[in-house]
């Protein structure tokens, strides 16, 4: 489950109560004690501090909203629970994660929305480096694309539209797409005992989403 999204520097303005299971079905905490919460940042790794109590009803836990904003930077934090069972063991349950923002629509698209709308998970870090390199170079060419009609600076040319959150969507879609495409630069999907396929040299969602390629409309000299 995915909370948010927030934004940096947001407090939660009301408790968060959650229903914890185990295998898809409400947990059993019959005896179990109330406990803190565990919050760690977007690199899967560092704490960050989440004070108070968990107080437990039935299968729910109310997290108490933090006195101060516990959201230093954007990304997908990671949010458990730990626990005290009736025989004095310690249990850490994952409750979601929180989406959290820079602010709405800024300039360019992060690393961590394209690790997020593709599945990646947020800790595994063995393709940023690939990752951030094909973001890099999508943004650079919408933005020569779309030079003179999209105001990316947000302040420079006023008059002009800024980006949009469609637009967001698609820059990521087509970096994720150029990268998947290193693995496969014949453009073709092995389907197992039905062969082999060849890709479609464009995708028409991310086309439409950018307006680009056949949605860029017409262009005159």
């Known amino acids: 489950m995915t909370i ?29 004690t109330s406990g803190s919460v565990l919050l760690y940042a977007p690199d899967g790794v560092t704490p960050v501090a ?3 109590v968990v107080s437990i009803s039935g299968s729910s836990v109310t997290i108490p909203k933090p006195a101060s904003s516990p959201f230093g930077q954007a990304g997908m934090f990671k949010l458990f629970v730990k626990l005290t069972t009736p025989g004095g063991i310690v249990e850490t349950f994952d409750v979601s994660r929180i989406e959290v923002r820079t602010t709405a629509l800024t300039w360019p698209p992060q690393l961590w929305e394209l690790k997020l709308d593709a599945s990646l998970r947020p800790d595994d870090t063995k393709d940023d480096d690939r990752l951030q390199q094909t973001l890099d170079a999508a943004v650079s060419f919408y933005e020569r694309v779309k030079s003179g009609k999209i105001d990316f600076t947000n302040s420079v040319l006023p008059e002009l539209p800024t980006p949009t959150s469609d637009m967001r969507l698609g820059i990521v879609r087509l970096a994720y797409r150029w990268h998947i495409r290193r693995r496969s630069p014949a453009m073709l ?11 479609p040299s464009f995708d028409p969602d991310i086309e439409r989403l950018l307006q680009i390629g056949r949605r860029r409309g017409f262009v005159f000299a």
């Open 50 to 52: 989440w004070p108070g």
């Open 189 to 199: 999907m092995a389907l197992g005992d039905l062969g082999e396929t060849r890709l």
């Open 4 to 32: 948010g999204p927030w934004y940096v520097g947001d407090t939660p303005t009301q408790d968060i109560v959650v229903t914890l299971t185990r295998d898809g079905t409400p947990a059993d905490l019959s005896g179990f």
